[in-house]
């Protein structure tokens, strides 16, 4: 069976606890919604939202949304070996005078 009136939560949105989500809202790319408020209504990408029913704080849209990057890969290596590369070395035992 599907719903009558099905919402939308786009790319990197952050829904706190307790937010409720009701049927028909859309939430935009981005955005941030309050611990324990109610969507409602469409909710604009990027912005901040709290309340019963939830209302807009304000906008937090300050540089390119992750998700439009590409992962790199540097001299044909995976990124996985760039991170371990990067990652710094853990001690095999304590070093001397140490415990």
């Known amino acids: 069976m599907k719903p009558s009136n099905p919402f939308r939560i ?11 989500v009701l049927a028909g809202a859309e939430i935009g790319d981005g955005a941030v919604i309050g611990a324990g408020a109610v969507v409602t209504k ?8 709290a309340g019963v ?21 540097h ?3 995976s990124a996985g ?13 304590l070093p001397r005078g140490a415990a």
């Open 53 to 73: 029913p939830a209302k807009k704080l304000r906008s937090r849209q300050t540089f390119a949304p992750w998700w439009d990057f590409s992962i790199p890969v």
């Open 42 to 49: 469409p909710v604009q990408p990027f912005g901040i939202y």
């Open 10 to 20: 786009g790319s990197g949105v952050v829904i706190s606890a307790g937010a409720m």
């Open 75 to 77: 001299a044909g290596k």
């Open 81 to 93: 070996a760039e991170r371990d590369r990067l990652r710094p070395k853990r001690l095999s035992r």
